[in-house]
Nanobody, 124 residues
């Protein structure tokens, strides 16, 4: 079992930056590939970014490539999402997720554990 808690969400103007963090407790994050997903009002949850268990491989949704960066610190059991050049369409609840596997996947059904989410609102 692993418990995930997201933090760092908030209100920011378009063009601004936020850094989301996901803190894990229970089993260490080094056992898991990690992902960030988001869900905007009235829309399905979608993959944003993922990082392999070692941190050596990352993957991003096309909509965030070049703007968002995922990273992890297995010693601190944390995963971060640095979000730059934010757009109003980035507004959503952002979720951290863990899958008991080496590799990143964009399929939310392949993830085993989820956090409660943190709200990100980007004003125009």
């Amino acid at each position: 079992q692993v418990q995930l808690v997201e933090s760092g969400g908030g209100l920011v103007q378009a063009g601004g930056s936020l850094r989301l963090s996901c803190a894990a407790s229970g089993r260490t994050t080094s056992r898991y590939a990690m992902g960030w997903f988001r869900q905007a009002p009235g829309k399905e949850r979608e993959f944003v970014a993922g990082i392999s268990r070692s941190g050596g491989n990352t993957d991003y949704a096309d909509s965030v490539k070049g703007r968002f960066t995922i990273s992890r610190d297995n010693a601190k059991n944390t995963v971060s999402l640095q979000m730059n050049s934010l757009k109003p369409e980035d507004t959503a609840v952002y979720y951290c997720a863990a899958r008991a596997n080496l590799f990143v996947r964009s399929d939310e059904n392949s993830y085993d554990y989820w956090g409660q989410g943190t709200q990100v609102t980007v004003s125009s």
